[in-house]
């Protein structure tokens, strides 16, 4: 089942002779279930398209598609609801309320939905994340890698159709860097998360089923 389609997208800054193209006529379809990786120099245009599809930037034109829903054509109020109901993002830098506990900071998009947590899949991500023992420790009493951790479980306590990773491992040491691919992936396995992770780092990449190579804001390789 197709959960995310692009059809082509565009992104332009400037105009006439000082047109820029980040983005440049990308159509992509990713699978329900599916882990795949964006890969690209700076500047190549792939943290641009992920925000488009996640509706955080909007494209210059084209569409993008999420569970059949064109988010291209919402209204800002309705996408804002529709991205915190369906889109979970996961930034380099890891965006916790510091005067949250790891607990209410992964609940907080249940809060601000004003819908119940759901209690059983809070306990089974806080054990598969093993940062049980943290729930009610301040982000800044936690390692960077657990504060990581903590943003991917928020951003994936609703159960979004679609979890988008920019460069998650980009602050993070070696040993970390390897925990949080670990999470994503037990993610993607255990708790059948689609996932779109953008990466500078082709090793990191090779984990997911799939890699798109973005230069010049166009796809110019795809490898499974």
Known sequence: MEILRTENLVKTYGKGDNIVYAVNDVSLSV?????????GASGSGKS??????????????????????DITSL????????????????????NLIPILTVEENITLPCDLDKVNVDKERLEYILDLFGIKERRNNLPNQLS??????????RAIINNPALLLADEPTGNLDSKSTEDIMD?????????????????????????????ITVKDGKICEEVR
């Open 31 to 39: 699978e329900q279930g599916e882990f795949v990786s964006i890969v």
């Open 48 to 69: 641009t398209l992920l925000h488009i599809i996640g509706g955080v930037d909007r494209a210059t034109s084209g569409k993008v598609f999420i569970n059949n829903n």
């Open 75 to 94: 209204s800002p109020d309705k996408l804002a609801i529709f991205r915190r109901r369906q889109v979970g993002i996961v930034y380099q830098f890891y």
């Open 144 to 153: 960077g890698g657990q504060q990581q951790k903590a943003s991917i479980a």
């Open 183 to 211: 999470i994503l992936k037990k993610s993607n396995k255990e708790l059948k998360q689609t996932i779109v992770m953008i990466t500078h780092n082709l090793e990191i990449a090779k984990t997911a089923d799939r890699i």
